[in-house]
């Protein structure tokens, strides 16, 4: 316990002052109320748009601001279990909660023609396709991980304010991506198969549950042992639940398409083959 | 339809829910070995101090492949009830398959071979490591027993043209 009160005292004086802390505040608490702003006016525009994809956009901006601000924050500079909390929150839960809103089908029924186009350009190029692969996408976010916690960088993120946002900015665009590459709800023209999605998922998490076990066994330098055991813990089964819903919405997107292939009147019930998804409406 | 046998009934092994149900089988053992032994009897460590950093990994990729085979068991299963395939009894023979299956390999490559932990801690562990293996070898026996006789009926049931 002792070095940490130490860290605290640390970070305490180094303080900006009330006034700048405020603005500080508001400076990197702006761009998480635009995105709720701008989703919000183009799905209440949008006639019939589910209202479970609002809610998802609205609580995933939320889950992710919570690595950048607020309680969470501030506590994760001592805590390595508050750090792991703040982690999970902007790596893996909104990610998951943000693609769920379909934010670019949302974008391309709300643009006009032109921009409209221009960012199904964007969707469609090499480097969108590239970043897309899963293998690419595992590498940034899980790779990242490993990065992170078995080099010097992690204490920087502790001292260094720049340092910290940078790497959960980091955290946020690959765990977008990571989601997107393997359970896109949106229009995704470069889809990997099934097979390969699911490799990569079951890899991604192994490698996810590993480091886990060696940040238990081996707690980075400067983390308190018992503080070390609770967030790694936390790191493996938060990171479980998460994959676990992953692995359903992967499973599920399976059972659609292996139904629509299906020859006619194999199928037991109609409602095995479901309605198409919002994304297959706006691909034309 | 009563003429000629669905090709679901063919054999056991070429039936999807009969593979579905072996899938559920090692997650549910899986489950009960996580639920029971990690978490109500805390027998179980979630790391005990002595395992290579290389069974942490394989650890890893099984613990993995289990929430998948899960999440994937039910709904090859689903899919079985939609093509009409689905069989309860090859479903029982592959479901004990499975479970089985799981036990052995926990019992015998996870705590002998990796050492990735032990059934229990501070006791003498060969009753318990007997206890376990002789129980998972029981369902994998009676499992495999079973999908024997299913291949023999089937066989029986459908003479070749």
Redesign the interface.
């Known amino acids: 316990m002792q070095p940490e009160t130490k860290t605290a005292i640390d970070v305490h004086v180094h303080d900006p002052g009330p006034g700048d802390d405020l603005s500080a505040h508001v400076i990197l608490a702006a761009p998480f109320v635009v995105a709720i702003i701008v989703y919000v006016a183009a799905a209440v525009g949008q006639r019939g748009w589910p209202w479970h994809r609002t809610a998802a956009w609205v609580a995933g901006v939320i889950a992710a601001y919570a690595a950048f601000g607020g309680p969470l924050a501030s506590a994760s500079h001592q805590s390595f279990t508050a750090h792991m909390a703040a982690h999970l929150l902007v790596g893996m839960v909104a990610p998951l909660l943000l693609v769920l809103a379909a934010p670019v089908t949302l974008a391309l029924r709300t643009m006009s023609v032109v921009p409209a186009r221009r960012l199904s350009r964007v969707l469609r190029s090499p480097l969108a396709r590239a970043l897309v692969n899963p293998v690419v996408a595992a590498l940034l976010n899980v790779g990242a991980l490993w990065a992170l916690y078995l080099t010097p960088l992690y204490a920087l993120m502790r001292d260094v304010m720049l340092v910290h946002v940078l790497v959960m900015l980091h955290f946020l665009f690959a765990g977008c991506l990571y989601t997107v590459a393997l359970v896109p709800i949106d229009p995704s023209p470069h889809k990997a198969g099934f097979a390969f999605r699911?490799a990569v998922?079951?890899?991604s998490?192994?490698?996810?549950?590993?480091l886990a076990?060696?940040l238990?066994?081996r707690p980075p330098p400067g983390i308190a042992a018992t503080d070390a055991?609770i967030g790694?813990?936390l790191m493996?089964y938060g990171g479980?639940a998460v994959?676990?819903v992953l692995?359903?919405l992967l499973?599920?997107e399976?059972?659609r398409t292996?139904?629509r292939r299906?020859p006619a009147g194999?199928?037991?019930?109609p409602t095995?083959v479901s309605a198409p998804t919002i994304s297959r409406g706006t691909s034309s | 339809m009563s003429g000629t046998p669905h090709t679901a009934d063919v054999s056991p092994l070429r039936n999807r829910s009969y593979w579905a149900a072996f899938l559920l089988g090692i997650a549910v053992m899986a489950a009960i070995d996580e639920i029971v032994f990690h978490q109500i009897l805390a027998w179980h460590h979630f790391y005990d101090g002595a395992t290579p950093d290389i069974a942490l990994l394989s650890d890893g990729l099984l613990h993995a492949a289990e929430l998948f085979v899960f999440v994937f068991g039910f709904f090859l299963m689903l899919d079985a009830r939609r093509r009409e395939t689905f069989r309860a009894s090859f479903a029982w023979a592959g479901f004990l398959v499975g479970l089985g299956l799981f036990q052995v390999w926990d019992g015998v490559i996870d705590h002998k071979v990796l050492r990735l932990h032990q059934i229990r801690y501070g006791v003498e562990l060969l009753p318990y490591d007997i206890a376990w293996n002789a129980a998972g070898g029981a369902l994998l026996l009676s499992g495999l027993v079973w999908t024997l006789m299913l291949f023999r009926r089937t066989r029986t049931a459908s003479p070749r043209p």
């Open positions: 699911a998922l079951v890899l998490l192994a490698a996810h549950g590993a076990k060696l238990y066994a055991h790694a813990q493996y479980d994959d676990l692995i359903v499973c599920a399976w059972y292996s139904g299906l194999t199928v037991s019930r095995g």
